[in-house]
């Protein structure tokens, strides 16, 4: 007789109510820099699942969600609006590209500076995105950012006692676009590249987390003048000395 094919699992949610954002943080990598500390979210969702594809979406809204990102306090409303392209449920293997994420009313506190500006806004699209839905979160993404200005950024130098003047004048460009690749797996998340640009201004990132260890680098650019802030483990340092022949020639560690 015919084989019978296995029935589709429908998920509908109107509206339902994440208390604690918290609980998210088992699925990043151990010791992770980026921890959710707080914060509230909606979520509703239209999800189809077969045993050979998935199909739908889910929209989360979270309002003054906080969260550490190593020496950074930060708090923001992120919105994100998740695309289920396709996907093999049985092995929680599942294609979001096209997914976007947005975050505004940004505040950054640290040891010696802080960013509050309700007007800031970040945007992030996936243009290319699988991820396996496990604990620790595995992802291999390509994607599109938009910046409304690079305040997060200056803030972040701040915070290391850098504020030249050519640094705080790229305040004043806004619309700062560019791309990016992240590769979450083996409890290790790497950033091959981050790279934004804009009038007179370049702004990029490179680098690896694990549990064993942290190394990166943040470049900055305004005009002809630039640094790059050197992370190594529990140490960080800025050189202006040939800073974006340093920044090309890092690679960060797969």
């Keep these: 007789?015919?084989?019978?094919?296995?029935s589709a699992v429908t998920l509908k949610v109107i509206s339902a109510e994440v208390t604690d954002m918290s609980i998210y943080n088992s699925y990043l990598p151990p010791d992770s820099p980026f921890q959710i500390v707080a914060g509230t979210a909606s979520i509703c969702a239209d999800i189809a699942l077969e045993p050979d594809n998935a199909s739908g979406w889910l929209k989360l809204g979270a309002g003054g969600i906080k969260m550490l990102i190593d020496e950074q306090s930060i708090s923001a409303d992120l919105t994100a609006h998740i695309a289920l392209v396709d996907g093999i449920p049985g092995e929680m293997v599942f294609d979001l590209s096209g997914s976007e994420l947005e975050l505004d009313n940004v505040?950054?506190?640290?040891?010696?500076?802080?960013?509050?500006?309700?007007q800031w806004l970040a945007r992030f699209r996936l243009t290319r995105g699988e991820t396996t839905w496990k604990k620790p979160l595995a992802l291999n993404a390509s994607l599109q950012l938009s910046l409304s200005d690079s305040s997060p950024i200056v803030a972040v130098f701040g915070n290391r006692g850098y504020r030249p003047d050519w640094l705080l004048n790229m305040l004043s460009v806004d619309d700062i676009s560019g791309t990016a690749e992240v590769?979450?797996?083996?409890?290790?998340?790497v950033i091959p590249y981050a790279n934004a640009l804009s009038d007179h201004i370049e702004l990029g990132a490179k680098g690896s987390i694990s549990e064993q260890n942290r190394e990166g680098v943040i470049y900055a650019r305004y005009r002809k003048l630039d640094a790059i802030l050197k992370i190594s483990g529990g140490d960080r340092n800025i050189d202006i000395t040939r800073a974006r022949a340093k920044y090309n020639a890092y690679r960060a560690a797969p």
Excluded: L, P, Y
């Design 1 to 6: 007789g015919r084989e019978r094919k296995a």
């Design 183 to 189: 590769v979450a797996a083996n409890n290790q998340v």
């Design 107 to 118: 505040r950054v506190s640290g040891e010696k500076e802080s960013f509050d500006d309700e």
